[in-house]
């Protein structure tokens, strides 16, 4: 059980902390709370619950998480991933739903954790997550469409289309002022990073829009018309549960756990890359798990690791779990003094600063690069897109998967049995000529989705160790888009440390692929030789013009 669960926390108590990283925790940490204020209110605001309910997760969950993590910067709340899932429970088993849903998936990230399932997320090809991540943020900028616009519409259809429909038939009734609004708003976000980078943009766009609305009155749509007063407390509330019934929250839980677990440890590969550190994944679930237990007791909903405000905590020098810890300190602060002041908020803001949370999470460029690679990564991803769009989410990610085990048992079959050899290498039957500074990885099959992760670690582990890493790909009769992602990022993590990559044994297929998706931009093609041989040849000249 201990080493299933270690929470980085005790890990590093045990250590000691500096003065001065303690400090550098806390200031990162007030940052994170800022950048986060307005984010929790608009997932919630955007997943049709009361805003506080946003600022309960934040503050509870991502505490929870950071004081029981795996991950040392690890921050957790609502993140843009639940909304449509959230809506769709609300609007279908009402609250107490929504808080049944939340804690079996709490339990069910618990049990992945005890499993030892933490390295789920290899298993998850990246087109699967592309096309519903990208799903998810057309989704959510068309629920923001009505606020953005000032309409005045009593209740929206759940459909996608038909939602646009009643927005096409609304035009007319456009509130210009509500429309100058998100305007200004999705502006000031984008561009006050040229002014200032330490105070986010979406907390300088409610400050400044709400200040106006309130001294010159403008006639739109607030936080308090809508949703009415903030509560500036924390109370425990129990659901009632109906035994009977808990077999139809079962589908909706394992969404919730299955797109927590994904994104969590998404976000903590993407910290420990930025850090050079690893997280201990199945510490993270249960964490994940337990903070979804609890959190719904007090109003809250569905929370994960959120990668943008991991990645904010990393940059503003946060490397320890005291600064989440302090980030939800500095949330339940503003909750308890400034919730009159919240209320005020326009509803417009809010859906401008989602908007630019949409366009963010919308990976397009992910998307269009794999439009560019495979014909079944290009299935795999607009399969999971329209379905994620037009049906919903749970249907999106296990048609996704079957869909990529199917297309990828397809894709063995046409390759054969036998795996094709490199042309003129092998020509040095051992390494014993290898110098000490050269590293290197040979590679035995197909890279693909379920492999791409593990291969990627290997070769970091030796490349940090190496001044040049040669990767043999003689073996490799085809690479698929999860691969190429996994690849990418740890060539810049090893480019970064100073270690040259050098390749060897491509073949063409693999080539063209690696070329597509600018890995060979990113290598140089001077570093892809045809044969092992050459590849030492030119690794030892590197080495000989280095010490000279």
Request: a neutral charge; charged letters at 15%; one cysteine or more.
């Amino acid at each position: 059980m201990n080493k299933i669960f270690q929470p980085k926390l005790f890990t590093l108590l045990k250590e000691g902390f500096s003065k001065e990283q303690i400090i550098s925790d806390i200031f990162a940490g007030i940052i994170v709370g800022i950048v986060a204020l307005p984010l929790a209110i608009a997932f919630a605001v955007a997943s049709g619950v009361s805003p506080e309910k946003g600022l309960i997760t934040a503050i509870i969950a991502g505490f929870i998480i950071s004081f029981l993590g795996g991950s040392r910067v690890q921050i957790g709340g609502p993140t843009g991933a639940f909304v449509i899932i959230i809506y769709a429970l609300v609007e279908k088993y009402g609250i107490d739903g929504l808080m049944i849903s939340t804690l079996m998936a709490g339990v069910i990230l618990i049990i992945f954790g005890l499993l030892r399932l933490g390295a789920l997320l290899r298993y998850f090809p990246h087109p699967l997550i592309v096309g519903f991540t990208s799903g998810i943020a057309v989704v959510i900028f068309s629920t923001q469409i009505k606020d953005a616009l000032g309409l005045n519409i009593e209740k929206l259809p759940a459909e996608f289309l038909q939602k646009w429909e009643i927005y096409f038939s609304n035009l007319q009734d456009t509130n210009l002022y509500a429309l100058v609004i998100t305007a200004l708003t999705i502006l000031i976000v984008i561009y006050s990073k040229h002014i200032t980078k330490k105070v986010p943009g979406s907390f300088l766009a409610i400050i400044f829009i709400t200040a106006v609305v309130w001294l010159t009155n403008i006639p739109v749509t607030t936080i308090e018309s809508f949703f009415g007063t903030i509560p500036s407390d924390i109370s425990f509330h129990l659901p009632t549960i109906e035994f009977h019934n808990l077999g139809m929250y079962i589908a909706p839980a394992l969404t919730i756990a299955l797109l927590g677990g994904i994104e969590s440890l998404l976000s903590a590969v993407v910290a420990d890359g930025m850090i050079g550190t690893n997280h201990r994944s199945n510490t993270e679930l249960i964490a994940q798990g337990i903070a979804n237990i609890v959190t719904p007791f007090f109003g809250g909903i569905p929370a994960t690791g959120a990668i943008a405000r991991t990645a904010t905590n990393v940059k503003n020098g946060g490397r320890t779990p005291i600064s989440g810890i302090v980030h939800a300190l500095t949330l339940f602060l503003i909750m308890l003094f400034f919730a009159d002041l919240a209320k005020l908020i326009p509803m417009s803001c809010l859906a401008g600063i989602l908007i630019v949370v949409a366009y963010n999470m919308s990976e397009w460029r992910s998307f269009v690069s794999i439009l560019r690679g495979s014909p079944f990564d290009i299935v795999v991803l607009l399969s999971t897109f329209f379905l994620t769009v037009m049906v919903d989410l749970t249907v999106a990610i296990e048609a996704g998967i079957v869909l990529s085990s199917l297309l990828f048992m397809k894709r063995m079959a046409d390759i054969g049995i036998a795996i094709p050899q490199e042309i003129d290498d092998d020509s040095i039957a051992d390494y014993a000529n290898v110098p000490d500074e050269v590293g290197v990885y040979e590679i035995g099959g197909p890279l693909f989705f379920a492999s791409a992760k593990q291969y990627a670690q290997t070769i970091k582990d030796i490349g940090f160790v190496s001044k040049i890493l040669i990767i043999r790909m003689r073996r490799v009769p085809f690479i698929d888009a999860t691969a190429l992602h996994n690849l990418e990022e740890t060539i810049k993590i090893l480019q970064n440390a100073g270690v040259i990559i050098v390749m060897s044994g491509v073949n063409n297929g693999v080539y063209k692929d690696l070329k597509k998706h600018h890995i060979v931009d990113l290598l140089g093609e001077e570093n892809i030789l045809k044969t092992f041989e050459k590849a030492l040849e030119y690794a030892t000249k590197i080495l000989i013009l280095e010490n000279n």
